[in-house]
């Protein structure tokens, strides 16, 4: 069984940063790709980032590309996403997950404000 917990979402202003980690424990954590993901109300949840086990291959999806930074720690069996200049659009639950969608956080709220 695999637990992911997240940690460090907040109420920022419009151009903040915040880091976002995500803690893994159980057994070949180190071996999943990893990714985030967020959900603003009245919308579908999307892919935010990824990141594979080595930590050598990123995705950012299109919105996020150069604000955002993916990367692990896999002696830590953690994973963090890097958010600067943020934006009032960015505001959502964030959530981790790992091994494809098949293990899920319980998400943090990331709120931005203008």
């Known amino acids: 069984q695999v637990q992911l917990v997240e940690s460090g979402g907040g109420l920022v202003q419009a151009g903040g940063s915040l880091r976002l980690s995500c803690a893994a424990s159980?057994?070949?954590?180190?071996?999943?790709?990893m990714a985030w993901y967020r959900q603003a109300p009245g919308k579908e949840r999307e892919l935010v980032a990824s990141?594979?086990?080595?930590?050598?291959?990123?995705y950012y999806t299109t919105s996020v590309k150069g604000r955002f930074t993916i990367s692990r720690d896999n002696a830590k069996n953690t994973v963090y996403l890097q958010m600067n200049n943020l934006k009032p659009e960015d505001t959502a639950i964030y959530s981790c997950?790992?091994?494809?969608?098949?293990?899920w956080g319980q998400g943090t709220q990331v709120t931005v404000s203008s």
């Open positions: 159980g057994r070949a954590v180190s071996t999943y790709a």
């Open positions: 997950s790992a091994r494809s969608r098949t293990y």
């Open positions: 990141i594979d086990y080595t930590g050598e291959m990123t």
